[in-house]
């Protein structure tokens, strides 16, 4: 049975991620913060047993992460699926820019990944899937910058070079892991009714992770570098 680990499993889109891959028989690890204080997560576990494992993970922090990479060790994790993130409001326009709040929106969004996926790189190569997935944001795209996107949805400074730069890593990553049959791919879920997108979004979580797990599954190493929306189209860099 394949294995799928996702990172912010406490609420949200990583939550929504560990119910659809739950309900569809893959074996998932749901790693949250404090896993313990998600009851989301522990009715998961009460409908799914032991197919749902929960495992405190912190991506800020090395020891965490360490502990997790023990647990798991010569375990295959087919779809490791990077989606803790943090959108911090303050701090975010001219005169007022933060930056030890920027530097811990990039330990979390940028260096957090990185140290997840290097972390269980062996456990990805030695199963059969070998996929990894960032989930990135439209409001990364340089692109979506240079048209009407910062008038409408913010200057958001912290929050949007930190998914500019979360891309650039990943596209590297792909083409350093493509060699050994690794596809990495950074996907935009879409404007989502989390506690990140607000109750005024655009689509359900369940609706983002059906067409996210649509697009996982269509040609593996195909999609591999590429930046794509939930609906399947590409997002422009
Ligand atoms: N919602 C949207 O409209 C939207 C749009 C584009 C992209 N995204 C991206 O989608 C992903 C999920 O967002 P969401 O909307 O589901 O947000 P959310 O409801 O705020 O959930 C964020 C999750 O990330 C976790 N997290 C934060 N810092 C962490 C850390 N240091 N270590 C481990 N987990 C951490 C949170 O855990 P705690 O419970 O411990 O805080 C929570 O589980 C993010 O990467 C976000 O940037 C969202």
Redesign the pocket.
Known sequence: MATMLV??????????LARQYAADNWQVVA????PE??SDLGKLVKQHGASVQLHA?????DD?IQILVDTLKGRAIDLLV??????PREGTHVGQLDFDSWGDTL???LF?VLRVTEALLENIAQSERKQIVA?????GSLHGAVGRSVEQSGTSYQ?RTS?TALNMAMLILSKELAPRGISVVMI???????????AG??IS?QV?VAGIKKVLDTGRMDISGKFLSYDGSTCPW
């Open positions: 990172t912010g499993a406490s609420r949200g889109i990583g939550l929504e790693t949250a913060r404090r204080q998600s993970l912190d991506v800020t922090s965490s990077n989606n803790a993130g943090i959108y330990d979390t969004n957090g989930i990135s944001s439209a409001m929050y998914k935009t879920p879409g404007w989502v009714k989390t506690e990140m997108g607000g979004a655009a979580p983002s």
